[in-house]
T-cell receptor, first 113, second 111 residues
Framework: KAGVTQTPRYLIKTRGQQVTLSCSPI?????VSWYQQTPGQGLQFLFE???????NKGNFPGRFSGRQFSNSRSEMNVSTLELGDSALYLC????????????FGEGSRLTVL | SQELEQSPQSLIVQEGKNLTINCTSS?????LYWYKQKYGEGLIFLMM???GGEEKSHEKITAKLDEKKQQSSLHITASQPSHAGIYLC???????????WGAGTKLIIKP
């Protein structure tokens, strides 16, 4: 079956702009979580959605937001981009909420100039 | 995350040798993942451990969870070039299962 699909794979933005990233989970998975990965901070949890409801949120500013649609696809948005937002953004889907096997996408690499 | 310490940070091992990577938490573990990542790519699932004392194996990789020590170890037997990559541990801490991740262990296999 198809894996987790993230789009776009690469993008370049300038400071102050906003960006929307998309994640299509594995068919049947209702949980989607998002992570930011940088060389300095490593992998950090952003938020988790299950059945269109945000279950958990990491320690990120309000500029980072997300949502999940009825078909389980999820989007995350970053507004007023800063240089420090340059990172690999990974999404993962799971059958269950909370602690379950996570299936990761290849990520969206965002560069902010 | 300092809450989840991985050691060593990097490891160079001769092909065929065994190796161990450790992951230690400063908080109570409710479950722990091991993943492998090739540079700049997504994470590949290796193991998921939920109970103290649990041990799982897949091919030449074995992972154990020591709940009392709040620690997990990943052991690779007879390493191969395909084992090279970055190994990440992720842990569920707190009742809401929020995940935190270690900084990763970079493994290089020398032929």
């Amino acid at each position: 079956k198809a894996g987790v699909t993230q789009t776009p794979r690469y993008l370049i933005k300038t400071r102050g702009q906003q960006v929307t990233l998309s994640c299509s989970p594995i068919s049947g998975h209702r949980s989607v979580s998002w992570y930011q990965q940088t060389p300095g901070q490593g992998l950090q949890f952003l938020f988790e959605y299950f059945s269109e409801t945000q279950r958990n949120k990491g320690n990120f500013p309000g500029r980072f937001s997300g949502r999940q649609f009825s078909n389980s696809r999820s989007e995350m948005n970053v507004s007023t981009l800063e240089l420090g937002d340059s990172a690999l953004y990974l999404c993962a889907s799971s059958l269950v909420a909370g602690f379950g096997e996570l299936f990761f996408g290849e990520g969206s690499r965002l560069t902010v100039l | 995350s300092q809450e989840l310490e991985q050691s060593p940070q990097s490891l160079i091992v001769q092909e065929g040798k065994n190796l161990t990577i450790n992951c230690t938490s400063s908080k109570t573990l409710y479950g722990l993942y091991w993943y492998k990542q090739k540079y700049g790519e997504g994470l590949i699932f290796l193991m998921m451990l939920q109970k103290g004392g649990e041990e799982k194996s897949h091919e030449k990789i074995t992972a154990k969870l020591d709940e009392k020590k709040q620690q997990s170890s990943l052991h690779i037997t007879a390493s191969q070039p395909s084992h090279a990559g970055i190994y990440l541990c992720g842990a569920a801490i707190g009742g809401n299962y929020q995940l935190i991740w270690g900084a990763g262990t970079k493994l290089i296999i020398k032929p």
